[in-house]
């Protein structure tokens, strides 16, 4: 029976982290939508709090310091613009691209049409019937 014990305590997976478990993956935590990222845009637009703290140093700092706090935000100038030139990208990805499609699909139908040999009312009539169900 001690044996028995050993062997299922052994056996056993230890358990793991809480955060392991409370962790929730789901498609959409990797997905941001519109919103979510209008929201990024904005706050880190609406963020100049450190460039008015930099400049307040500034009035105390001379030489290498003052050049070291001018540095620091002119770099983070440049990861907001990398951030908010990410978050467009993500945004134009996000807009609907069914429009180009339907488009496309028009444009196929009436290539077709074009090449077959029917009356021009039926023709027109089919590609009404067409745009009706795409638009």
Same mark, same amino acid.
């Given at each position: 029976?001690?044996? *028995?014990?050993?062997?299922?305590?052994?056996?056993?997976?230890?358990? *793991?982290?809480?955060?392991?478990?409370?962790?929730?993956?789901?498609?959409?935590?990797? *997905?941001?939508?519109?919103?979510?990222?209008?929201?990024?845009?904005?706050?880190?637009?609406?963020?100049?709090?450190?460039?008015?703290?930099?400049?307040?140093? =500034?009035?105390?700092?001379?030489?290498?310091?003052?050049?070291?706090?001018?540095?620091?935000?002119?770099?983070?100038?440049?990861?907001?613009?990398?951030?908010?030139? =990410?978050?467009?990208?993500?945004?134009?990805?996000?807009?609907?691209?069914?429009?180009?499609?339907?488009?496309?699909?028009?444009?196929?139908?009436?290539?077709?049409l074009a090449a077959v040999d029917m009356d021009e009312d039926y023709k027109f009539d089919i590609l009404?019937?067409?745009?009706?169900?795409?638009?």
């Open positions: 029976m001690n044996m *028995e014990n050993t062997f299922n305590q052994t056996s056993q997976p230890e358990a *793991e982290p809480a955060a392991v478990h409370n962790t929730t993956f789901s498609p959409t935590a990797a *997905e941001p939508d519109m919103s979510y990222i209008i929201r990024k845009i904005d706050q880190i637009m609406a963020d100049s709090q450190y460039i008015r703290d930099a400049l307040a140093q =500034l009035e105390h700092a001379e030489g290498a310091a003052a050049m070291a706090i001018g540095n620091i935000v002119e770099n983070r100038e440049n990861t907001n613009q990398r951030m908010i030139e =990410l978050l467009q990208k993500l945004l134009d990805n996000l807009k609907p691209q069914q429009l180009d499609t339907d488009v496309a699909k028009l444009d196929r139908i009436q290539q077709i009404n019937q067409v745009i009706q169900r795409l638009f």
